[in-house]
């Protein structure tokens, strides 16, 4: 019997890898709905009729995407993908980029669904309300990393986790000393991964680690004095766990994002020929080193953010987005991501620990610390 997926961000790089998935295994999914920005019509037109999609969720364009899909459903606004997320299935992949990603993660657990996870953000803007919310094995984990440690601790008794280790590519700036003058183009050109651009320039500073951090105490519920992150440029070894004993168990396949996202789909089975395995009949060298945590300083910030709880990690993240698109739109240098970032923690120390009760309450705060980090932008250009 197949299962029947509704994929969120269709058109991005984890939502196409999925479709691919699908593609080669039809007789293990099917697709029923997907949601798209719309930015790219012609492709989610293509998508939909390649798929057979019931229903499509957009942002633009929606009218341009009814006239090519007649007899397909076509929900357009920004509470698309919620709606849509909420469509009974066997399994919702959340690949939205950003904290929008959150209100669709919600309303899938609300309705019952399993969530392949591949929204970050949902448990770092509202990590206490999705936890709340999900039931065993309804919340399945999609990022490389933290699916490597799920992987890991299958059959494992949680007392006996000594740490958490992440691994970090190092992103395009791991040996280089001065970032002050990092172009756009140079941030955006990382040398492992192929992912999108918001991403891709938080893999350069290291934001995505931080982020991956506190994903990672929501996840699996372990104290941040006990996850910590490695750089490990080869991105072969996706994360490891070490144990009490000393022992420490990794999980290794090529830098591909198809078998975190199969294993996702189909729990508790695995995909046959999802990824291409680790070739042992060559030599391998896999190297590990600490982060520089002063250049790198988005990392400790995270921490720090996760320590506090409450509200600091949305604004943590609320305030990145808003200065990664800064950078990208030329406003600011990559270094004044961070700043302000930081500024904007700060400002904000004093409702930081505020507990989010619910989906208003995440979207307040993150609106007051989107207008505090776009004042800082101002202020950096001034």
């Known amino acids: 019997m197949t299962r029947e997926l509704v994929i969120l961000g269709s058109t991005g790089s984890i939502g196409v890898q999925a479709l691919e998935i699908v593609e080669a295994n039809p007789n293990l999914f099917s697709v029923i709905a ?26 633009k364009n929606a009218e341009l995407i009814r006239e090519a899909l007649p007899g397909v459903q076509v929900i357009d606004g920004p509470h698309a993908s919620t709606e849509i997320a909420a469509i009974t299935c066997d399994v919702v992949l959340n690949a939205i980029t950003g904290s929008i990603g959150l209100a669709p993660t919600l309303a899938a657990l609300d309705a019952g669904n399993r969530v392949a996870l591949a929204n970050k953000e949902s448990l770092v803007a509202g990590g206490d309300l999705v936890v709340s919310r999900a039931k065993e094995n309804q919340l399945l984990p999609v990022d490389s990393e933290h699916s490597a440690i799920w992987q890991a601790l299958t059959g494992e008794n949680k007392s006996e986790i000594s740490k958490l280790i992440l691994t970090a590519s190092g992103g395009p700036f791991r040996d280089r000393t001065d970032l002050s003058n990092v172009t756009l183009a140079e941030a955006l050109a990382h040398p492992t991964w192929a992912m999108g651009p918001v991403v891709t320039i938080n893999s350069a500073s290291l934001m995505n680690k ?69 070739n042992w009949s060559q030599s391998h060298t896999w190297n590990f080193s600490p982060i520089d945590l002063k250049r790198f300083p988005a990392v400790s910030l995270a921490r720090t953010c996760g320590e506090i709880g409450g509200g600091a990690p949305a604004i943590f993240n609320a305030s990145n987005e808003v200065a990664v ?13 961070i700043e302000i970032v930081s500024s904007t923690v700060e400002q904000m120390r004093d409702v930081a ?30």
């Not at 939909?48 to 999609?53: E, G, P, S, Y």
């Not at 929501?218 to 941040?224: A, M, R, S, T, V």
């Not at 698109?325 to 991501?337: L, P, R, W, Y």
């Not at 208003?360 to 207008?371: F, G, L, M, P, Q």
């Open 34 to 59: 997907i949601t798209s920005t719309g930015t790219h019509p012609q492709v989610v037109i293509d998508q939909a009729k390649k798929f057979k999609v019931k229903v499509v969720g957009v942002l």
């Open 210 to 278: 931080g982020l991956e951090i506190i994903e990672a105490h929501y996840l699996f519920g372990i104290p941040y004095s006990q996850i910590e992150a490695v750089i490990h440029p080869q991105s072969v070894v996706h994360s490891m766990v070490e144990f009490v004993d000393g022992s420490t168990i990794a999980q290794g396949s090529p830098p591909n994002m198809k078998g975190p996202i199969s294993l996702a789909l189909h729990f508790p089975q695995r995909v046959a020929g999802a990824t291409t395995p680790i």
């Open 325 to 337: 698109q800064a950078f990208i739109d030329g406003k600011v240098s990559f270094t004044s991501i």
């Open 353 to 382: 620990g505020n507990k989010l009760r619910d989906l208003s309450d995440v979207s307040a705060i993150e609106e007051n610390a989107r207008s505090i980090a776009n004042h800082n932008v101002k202020k950096v250009v001034a």
